[in-house]
């Protein structure tokens, strides 16, 4: 009788991972962090917002690069559609922030990935954004997400990783839960 031995590698660093986890749990203070952006108007609606450091671990941290992202409206909102719009950034981050879940997941419970996609629709009435209606949302009415994964697990495994990463993913609780915002003049 042969005994193989399979090797999951899905990229995630897990060991690290279960390492910080550990090392937090250690000392909770440490895992307040705080993440920044900051925004310059270029011109109409287009705006460029730049992400580079970010407060972790007890200390100021930074990104190996500056990461910039343009946002705009499309043309048919009178605008020069030169990013994309601040509402298809968010589907954007729940993308990733799910997708990495999954990997990771993945990754701690043994199941070999070979693909994962997403595809992310968020529903929205624009008569609120535009003043058209003030009893018409500004937001979002639904955003529905469609994973396809081809993994070595059956559909129920499958599913659990799904679940998984949408009860982990900080994104995911950003969309459905409250949250308190703030926004002030200086």
Known sequence: MTVQTVITDNGVNVEALLVARQ?????PEAAQFRWRASCEWVRGTHSCTAVEGFYGLGEEQRHRNTFTFDADHPELFASDDRGAT???YVLVGLAGCLTAGIASVAQNRGIQLHSVTAVLEGSMDVQGILGMDA????GFDDVRVVFEIDADASRADIEALVAQSQKRSAVFDIITNPTNVRVEVR
């Open 135 to 138: 009893d018409v949302r500004n």
């Open 23 to 27: 090392a937090l749990a250690e000392a």
């Open 86 to 88: 601040p509402v298809e």
